[in-house]
């Protein structure tokens, strides 16, 4: 018999999407039950006052949760969001309820023993409810109490290897979308260069020093699987710099229909037959293939390194050797100003695709951290002028979209040190208002009003 | 309960103490067929909806089965997820950035044997615990945020928003029909920690009305400074203020017609709340996008300004995404995003396809940004 009636969120339980609610009600069964004999540190009953306390603001309309105040680990500066409820008496299993962010692996592959320890300890000290994945990234332990806040961290630390996530005004946990690791289009390591920065910046990870918080995101390529763009401060973006890897052969198993386009991702419907003037070359934004003798011709000079030719014919296309990635600057959520999108500030930095030991090939992690330090030497030195640049300017609070924003382009090229291109814009000024520094003008600005009325009387 | 200790010991935080070692190295969890093949993908197809195959340039061949999931997942669940893995994968499994679940085999066998096992089980309740797709042309999971379920200034809740869509798209979700990826993302306040400002189809919560002042308690529990700071807008200032039983004590002002009800305050400062029953429920936007495939990344358009919370099912939010999913499926071109196509017919004529309402809301007027969304030429549709 359930703790609390829920009509309404039962009502979730039908319908062929899974249920959040049956799930819920499935791990509160589990605990009623206690198979193993465990001694929960968290009340036993904790889901069912969740799916009580939940009900109540499916009834009423309102949010029953209080803000956490500051509740942590020691020395950290997130990780934890603490959390009560404002209803406890009639909640108690629910009174206090912290998440713990738990850094999520380089594209979120796990082994099953990782999984199983984690969720042993999150069955002992937690309410063994979790979210797989928070919208940063992070594992989200979902419930806890301050007293076993530590106890987790000692176990994650001890016995797993393991640390928590960011959160708060600083380095959040950085993400990257699975990449070279399963997928063909990406132009470098994801889970590398994720990997490298996200150990490399542990101390900006856990102990706030920002203005604000700050992300990092890496997507193999321009498809951009992790909407970085949208969504970190700093977006890391595959690219390339030469031709498209083009096979001839292959291309004419489309043209032949023998190959299904775009790696059948459109089988569910009857567009036809595969026309590749109409659905690659009239789509091509930059205009710069064409069909020459039944040879495909791509003017790479003038491409723009979209995806799509390549996105509709995987098996002929291929991203180009020598590749990179650029760097968009400032994204961000619409508080306050409204949302950012990044904007491109490096074009392209090469990285070196001979440069590729694993860390297997290495005493240990230490040495193979050396050698990605010299192999993402370019990228580390950038971040750090922009890191440099909010910290000295910025204001509390103050994303560095919105400094971008405020102080203006040309002013974090010049910090940044980034020669100012036509790349950088997508036109040119529209209003001459064109605020001059006084080095720039011949002569200066001091002037003599003496010589002035020489040549124009009063 | 006995507390069990881990073996932290709290007078000596410091003694044993390991700090800043990061996640595990992704080494340790790659599948051998991922390790073997990394960076060395030749291809990949994707041979029904939720099932790929990616082929290495060595002839390797990896077979992944994607589900949906909602992302609150119990320990009983994800152990359930491991064992499936440990019976099918040699004990691997990853998720996606939407919140789905990947599992990888070798062979045709074993991926066939997968899928049978996936398909048969289900919750209590009904509903499918491992439904395969989320690929391709169609419209895969929703990334979300935290909602009534744990944040305190939510507008809706998240799980239940999610749910409710999910099953009235859940079709499409299992087939690739649409004319291009769609996209849908909700986020529960306007900090948007779903960042849902560049999807095909965004949902949004969102409070109508200014926070509501606890004087006696505000100076007691909040510091004032710290609360007028904490207005994005500026809209709240010290006030002093004269209590029933005449008292005075030090306590804000909140300029109501500046406030765009974010809760910012309510997170400063706990004599702030926000939410509302009739105030609160549900922005729809759409039409953003992040790839880069043929056209440049936009934002979503607000489309509908306000719907109220309906739970637990929100009946006129499914209605609405429905109609714009149908709409756009019946019109766009393959290979259109629902933005891209939105834009070449003309929003005037988006909102008529659509059978939704334009209101004055939808006119942007926050700061000069607002004039560039404004018709500045005569190319209009009638
Ligand atoms: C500080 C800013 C400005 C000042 C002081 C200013 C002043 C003037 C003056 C004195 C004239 C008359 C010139 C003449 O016929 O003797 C004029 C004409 C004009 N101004 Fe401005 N103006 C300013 C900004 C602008 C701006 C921003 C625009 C448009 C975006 C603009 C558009 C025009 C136009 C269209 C004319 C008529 C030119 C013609 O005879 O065809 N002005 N302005
Ligand atoms: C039209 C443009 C796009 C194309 C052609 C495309 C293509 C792909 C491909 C081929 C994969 C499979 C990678 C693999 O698993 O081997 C993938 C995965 C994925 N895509 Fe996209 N993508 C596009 C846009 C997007 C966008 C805009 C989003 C999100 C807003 C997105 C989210 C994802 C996610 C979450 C995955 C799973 C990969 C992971 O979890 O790291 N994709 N995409
Ligand atoms: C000014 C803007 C923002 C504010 C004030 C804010 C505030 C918060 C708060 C209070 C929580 C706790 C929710 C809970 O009870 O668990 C939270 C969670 C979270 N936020 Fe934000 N947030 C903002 C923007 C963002 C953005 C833009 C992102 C990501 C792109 C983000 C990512 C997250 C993540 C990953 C969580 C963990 C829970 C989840 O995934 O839902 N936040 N945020
Ligand atoms: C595409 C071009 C522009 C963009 C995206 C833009 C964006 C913005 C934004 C976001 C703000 C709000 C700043 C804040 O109050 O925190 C702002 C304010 C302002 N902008 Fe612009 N701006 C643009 C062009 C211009 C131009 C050309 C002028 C004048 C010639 C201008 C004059 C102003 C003024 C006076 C304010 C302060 C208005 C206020 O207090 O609300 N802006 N702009
Ligand atoms: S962003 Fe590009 S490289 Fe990364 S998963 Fe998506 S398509 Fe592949
Ligand atoms: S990547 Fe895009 S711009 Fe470049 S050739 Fe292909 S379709 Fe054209
Ligand atoms: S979007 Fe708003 S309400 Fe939802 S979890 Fe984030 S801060 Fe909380
Ligand atoms: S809800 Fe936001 S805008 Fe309104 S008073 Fe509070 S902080 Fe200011």
Request: charged content about 25%; overall charge negative.
């Amino acid at each position: 018999m359930a703790k609390h009636e829920t009509p309404l969120l039962d009502q979730l339980e039908s319908g062929p999407w899974p249920s959040f609610v049956s799930d819920i009600k499935q791990e509160a069964a589990t605990r009623a039950k206690n198979a193993k004999g465990l001694d929960y540190q968290m009340p036993s009953d904790v889901c069912d006052d969740l799916l009580g306390i939940l009900e109540l603001s499916y009834k009423d309309g309102t949010t029953h949760w209080k803000h956490g105040g500051i509740v942590g680990v020691f020395g950290y500066g997130g990780g934890i969001i603490g959390r009560y409820c404002d209803k406890p008496k009639d909640f108690p299993g629910v009174a206090a309820f912290h998440t713990v962010r738990v850094a999520q692996p380089g594209g979120k592959y796990y082994t099953t023993a990782f999984l199983n320890q984690l969720m042993d300890i999150w069955d002992l000290r937690g309410s063994g409810l979790t979210n797989m994945h928070g919208s940063t990234g992070d594992i989200i332990l979902l419930g806890t109490t301050t007293p076993q806040l530590e106890e987790i961290f000692y176990q994650l630390t001890h016995e797993m290897g393991q640390d928590l996530g960011g959160s708060g005004s600083n380095l959040r946990t950085p993400a990257d979308c699975i990449g070279s690791s399963r997928c063909e289009y990406a132009c470098f390591d994801t889970q590398e260069l994720c990997y490298f920065l996200t150990m490399t910046y542990q101390d900006e990870l856990h102990r706030p020093a920002f203005p604000y918080k700050f992300k990092f995101k890496f997507d193999g390529c321009p498809n951009g699987c992790v909407c970085s763009i949208a969504r970190s401060d700093l977006s890391f973006i595959g690219t390339w710099k030469d031709q498209i890897q083009v096979n001839q052969a292959e291309v004419k198993a489309y043209i032949d229909g023998k190959t299904v386009d775009n790696g059948g991702a459109f089988k569910g419907r009857d567009w036809g037959k595969f026309d590749i003037q109409k659905e690659v070359i009239d789509l091509c934004p930059t205009g710069c293939m064409a069909l020459v003798k039944g040879e495909l011709k791509i003017n790479d000079k003038e491409c723009t390194r979209c995806m799509h030719c390549i996105n509709v014919m995987p098996k002929a296309l291929k991203p180009g050797k020598d590749k990179g990635v650029s760097i968009l600057c400032g994204a961000k959520a619409p508080i306050v100003d409204g949302a950012q999108m990044g904007t491109l500030i490096r074009p392209f930095i090469s990285i070196d695709q001979t440069l590729n030991k694993q860390l297997s090939d290495f005493e240990d992690e230490d040495e193979w951290m050396e050698y990605l330090a010299e192999k993402y030497e370019a990228i580390t030195e950038f971040i750090e002028l922009v890191w440099d640049y909010w910290m000295e300017e910025g204001k509390n609070r103050e994303r560095l979209g919105e400094l971008m924003m405020r102080q203006g382009l040309q002013k974090f090229l010049e910090k940044v040190e980034v020669e100012p291109m036509a790349v950088h814009v997508q036109h040119p000024r529209t209003n001459p208002y064109i605020f001059w520094k006084e080095d720039e003008v011949e002569g200066g600005w001091g002037r003599d009003i003496e010589d002035y009325r020489k040549a124009h009387s009063r | 309960m006995a507390f069990i200790s881990a073996g932290y010991n709290p007078d000596k935080p410091m003694e044993g103490r390991i700090t800043d070692i990061g996640p595990k190295h992704y080494d340790s969890f790659y599948p051998e067929v991922i390790k073997k093949n990394k960076g060395k993908w030749s291809h990949h197809e994707i041979l029904e909806p939720g099932v790929l195959v990616h082929v290495g340039e060595s002839g390797d061949e990896v077979f992944t089965v994607r589900c949906g999931g909602a992302r609150l997942m119990s320990v009983t669940h994800i152990r359930e997820i491991c064992e499936i893995a440990d019976k099918h994968c040699d004990g691997h499994v990853r998720f996606t950035t939407r919140n789905n679940i990947e599992f990888m085999v070798t062979s045709k066998d074993k991926m066939n044997a997968l899928k049978a096992d996936l398909a048969q089980r289900k919750f209590d309740g009904g509903s499918m615990k491992f439904p395969i797709g989320g690929t391709g042309s169609g419209i895969s999971n929703i990334v979300h945020t935290q909602g009534w379920i744990h944040c305190h200034t939510p507008a809706t809740d998240a799980s239940g928003t999610v749910k409710a869509t999910m099953d009235t798209v859940f079709e499409d979700f299992q087939s690739m029909k649409m004319p291009a990826k769609l996209k849908i993302s909700m986020a529960c306040c306007l900090n948007m920690c779903g960042a849902v400002h560049c999807s095909d189809i965004a949902i949004l919560g969102y409070h109508r009305k200014p926070p509501i002042l606890d004087h006696e308690y505000l100076d007691k529990v909040c510091e004032v400074p710290l609360a007028v700071a904490s207005c994005p807008t500026a809209a709240i200032r010290p006030s002093k203020v004269e209590l029933p039983n005449g008292t005075t004590v030090n306590s804000v002002a909140v300029k109501n017609e500046r406030c765009m009800y974010c809760g910012n305050c309510y997170t400063m400062c706990p004599s702030m709340p926000l939410s509302d029953k009739e105030g609160d429920g549900i922005v729809l936007m759409a039409g953003g996008k992040v790839s880069n495939r043929i056209s440049a990344p936009k934002f979503s358009k607000v489309v509908v300004a306000f719907l109220p919370n309906e739970a637990p099912r929100w009946d006129n939010m499914t209605v609405a995404i429905k109609k714009m999913i149908n709409a756009y499926s019946n019109g766009a071109n393959k290979y259109e995003r629902l933005g891209d196509w939105a834009e070449r017919i003309g929003w005037e004529r988006f909102f008529e396809v659509c059978d939704l309402e334009f209101t004055h809301h939808l006119i942007d007027d926050f700061r000069d940004a607002a004039y560039h969304t404004w018709r500045q030429s005569t190319l209009f549709k009638f």
